[in-house]
RNA sequence: GCUCCCAUCGUCUAGAGGCCUAGGACACCAGAUUUUCAUUCUGGCGACACGAGUUCGAAUCUCGUUGGGAGUACCA
């Protein structure tokens, strides 16, 4: 029998690496054994899925060059490849509906708030948390009667009360293994009568032929359910192999909190796909002779499903990069062409305003908008030392202005355009201009300081590192909080 | 809490009982090339979590400890 896999990830946010890496994967298992890739789409939570988000997933694997021989929006013959397609067509509630005809899943009536206390009680009890089973011997007629009567329910698998589970995954080690009695009633299919992930997913693995279920770790503790659906559904099962998860830095499981996740922002950011397929396929799994740098083509033809490591490996961005460099200056010229042109463009527009009135020839702009570009910029510390005024003074003033910035910044319903940063700062000055009222020296000084004039000139220096730039709060909104915030600190220390 | 998984340099990994005084890559440090920077090249730093056992011999096998992770949803 030929090999089949596929990915089966669900469209809400933004497509993550971490499908992009799982997706790898079972792309080069097939491809090695000249079997097909399929992608499914897992939309049964009708409350988080969108089909922007669908689409995204779509792009980014073509992006990606990992081309799926079935799916959605390519077809095949186990159509429809959408979950909520097959939903409308009947087909996991009929599943749901053998289950429960062969005795082996249950109506269930409990409200999520009977549900809610019965975590509670367990979790003060130290008892395992799960439920209690307690709709498992209703008798059929009067569940169905209930049901019909209008009365919310979710179908119930019966998981055997003895006995043990027993699988071993190619990965690892030990066969894993389980006592039945572990193992929850879990809910297949819900009160909105869609089914849930386990079901879907047994059923349409089965329906689509799937021979190897290749996805992350953090489904090891379903598997049991998942080998027992197929056997109660009279299927044979796939075979399951886990494989680790993508990690943080402090070993977690990969964040957006913590990491870049979205494929849509290393696309954005410029990186090739080539380098990021190469990134991937070196977290894990690597060439019998070392080789560390090499194509989509030339891994498929070597990759072994064995040689996956399971440990989770850290996702290290700077290896990334470095990969990237590498990639990136071996492009041809017209593709890194079209790289720089991709760049630029991406701000330009809107950039390109701020510039207009002042420039003489289109080449100004080159120079006049490098501080837009530029990672960093090196402001000289005299400039940024107003005249008639000392260092203290004027790192006082970053300092004040940084923090009152990366403050607004943190608000939740900041918005970081020109006319807003104008509010901000300008209450600031009223607010500082108010304390040092009075005629010593010193306060004459900071009066002067927090002149608008003397400090936009400050903040424009250490912002572009130039005396002349387009409006200040045009400048602070399109260099965006971080680089703003991250540039009053650098100037702070040129000022020590 | 309960259940399960995992364990080689800071990070990604090679290693399937003697080839290991543990190899490579990223990062870091030093030097060379470069007017500068980057690239490139050379060198350096740096790990088998711990403890028992099996064996003539263990990074590799077994057990325990410790550490880390995941799951514990009418989310996937």
């Not at 349409?204 to 379903?222: F, P």
């Not at 080539?274 to 990134?279: H, K, M, P």
């Not at 033809?301 to 990639?327: C, M, S, T, W």
Request: net charge neutral; with cysteine; charged share 25%.
């Amino acid at each position: 029998m030929s090999v089949r896999v596929r990915i089966a990830p669900s469209p809400t946010g933004d497509p993550h690496v971490g499908t992009a890496y799982i997706g790898l994967i079972n792309y080069c298992f097939a491809k090695r054994n000249g079997g097909a890739f399929v992608l499914r789409i897992e939309d049964t939570d009708q409350t988080r899925c969108t089909p922007e988000s669908a689409q995204a997933i779509f792009d980014s694997m073509k992006w990606l060059g990992l081309r799926y021989d079935e799916g959605p929006d390519v077809g095949g013959p186990h159509g429809p490849y959408v979950q909520s397609e097959r939903v409308k067509l009947g087909i996991y509630r009929t599943y749901a509906d053998r289950l429960v005809e062969q005795g082996d899943a249950y109506y269930c009536f409990c409200t999520p708030a009977e549900l809610e206390a019965m975590k509670a009680r367990q979790r003060a009890a130290n008892q395992p948390i799960m439920y209690d089973r307690r709709h498992r011997g209703i008798e059929l007629s009067e569940a169905k009667a209930r049901a019909a009567a209008g009365e919310p329910y979710v179908i119930r698998m019966k998981a055997p009360l003895e006995g043990e589970f027993v699988y071993k995954d190619r990965l690892r080690k030990q066969a894993v293994a389980k006592p039945w009695k572990d193992i929850d009633d879990q809910v297949l299919l819900k009160s909105d009568g869609w089914p849930t992930y386990h079901l879907a997913a047994v059923v349409d693995d089965h329906l689509m032929g799937i021979t190897h279920v290749i996805r992350a770790e953090e489904w090891l503790n379903s598997l049991p359910k998942h080998i027992w659906l197929n056997e109660h559904l009279g299927f044979t099962p796939p075979e399951y192999v886990h494989v680790g998860l993508l990690r943080n830095a402090d070993k977690s499981k990969i964040s957006k909190r913590k990491n870049p996740t979205s494929l849509l922002w290393y696309r954005r950011q410029g990186f090739l796909p080539e380098a990021l397929l190469n990134f991937l396929a070196l977290l894990g799994h690597s060439f019998p002779d070392g080789r560390e740098k090499f194509t989509l083509a030339e891994l498929q033809a070597v990759f072994e499903l064995d040689r996956i490591n399971v440990a989770g490996p850290v996702f290290d961005l700077q290896k990334l990069r470095h990969l990237q460099g590498q990639y990136f200056r071996e492009l041809e010229p017209e593709k890194m062409l079209s790289e720089v042109h991709r760049a630029v463009d991406a701000r330009f527009s809107a950039l390109l305003p701020l510039f207009k009135e002042r420039m003489t020839f289109g080449g100004d702009f080159i120079w006049q908008a490098e501080p837009f570009y530029a990672d960093s910029v090196s402001p000289h510390a005299e400039d940024l030392v107003p005249k008639g005024l000392d260092r203290q003074h004027a790192r006082l003033l970053l300092e004040q202005v940084q923090l009152t910035l990366k403050n607004y910044a943190a608000l939740e319903q900041a918005v970081w355009d020109a006319p807003h940063l104008d509010g901000v700062v300008r209450t600031l000055i009223e607010e500082r201009s108010a304390i040092v009222e009075g005629d010593s020296p010193e306060k004459q000084a900071l009066a002067k300081l927090w002149q608008p004039k003397t400090l936009f000139m400050v903040l424009r220096v250490a912002l572009t590192g130039k005396r002349e730039s387009p409006p200040l709060f045009d400048t602070i909104a399109q260099l965006g909080s971080g680089k703003t915030i991250e540039r009053l600190g650098v100037a702070q220390q040129k000022l020590r």
